[in-house]
């Protein structure tokens, strides 16, 4: 099992340009969630979902779109990158059974720079 | 909403130290509590879980008991490592309209020198 795994690790944009992150997973999960992390931050949700096909907002979706056309992916777009958007984006998820103590896996990380 | 408020950081230690990590929540119903760790340069991962009122959940010499009265799922380790380094997120997870979406602290970072 590879878990989670998040494409790219790096990136540099300029203000303006747009781009896509992809995370991947293989444990057959229905929830996944994109967060980012920011110093003295913590970790706040973009966008989530609990099924292929289905997204929903998070606490700081604005300037994101995400898609779930297929249950191991959840995407995540920058439609006009801005230099608030300079972050580290964590891509997780969950167990099918929608229960509350279930665990999150999380991948990586793409860090994300805009000048 | 629910919250979770974590201790600021850093915490600075030396090795073999005691370690409290203070956790306290506000959440409807009965949420379970979570630690995660998240190394250099890492994603988070689970550290340990209790999912009722009075479990102790433990990992790797780390302790926390979920209490309902105090509302606090503290961190404890007795004696702490160079390789415990590292950011602590306390989190919460409970029925929201029927998803069970989690609510993050804001981390703790720890460091240890030896």
């Known amino acids: ?115 | 909403g629910n919250s979770v408020t974590q201790m600021e950081g850093p915490v600075t230690l030396s090795e073999e130290a005691f370690l409290t990590i203070n956790c306290t929540y506000t959440a409807t119903g009965y949420p379970s509590l979570f630690w995660y760790v998240q190394y250099p340069g890492e994603g988070l991962q689970l550290l340990l879980k209790a999912t009722k009122a009075d479990d102790k959940g433990s990992n790797k010499g780390f302790e926390a008991t979920y209490r309902k009265e105090t509302t606090s799922f503290h961190l404890e380790k007795g004696s702490v490592q160079v390789s415990d380094s590292a950011v602590y997120f306390c989190a919460l997870s409970s029925a929201s309209g029927g998803s069970y979406i989690p609510t993050f602290g804001r981390g703790t970072s720890l460091i240890v020198h030896p």
């Open chain 1, 1 to 115: 099992n590879a878990g989670v795994t998040q494409t790219p690790k790096f990136r540099v944009l300029k203000t303006g340009q747009s781009m896509t992150l992809l995370c991947a997973q293989d444990m057959n999960h229905e929830y996944m969630y994109w967060y980012r992390q920011d110093p003295g931050m913590g970790l706040r949700l973009i966008h989530y979902s609990v099924g292929e096909g289905t997204t929903a907002k998070g606490e700081v979706p604005d300037g994101y779109n995400v898609s779930r056309l297929k249950k191991q992916n959840f995407l995540l777009g920058l439609e006009s990158a801005a230099p608030s958007q300079t972050s580290v984006y964590f891509c997780a998820s969950s167990y099918p059974k929608a229960a509350p103590e279930e665990t999150q896996y999380f991948g990586p990380g793409t860090r994300l720079l805009v000048l």
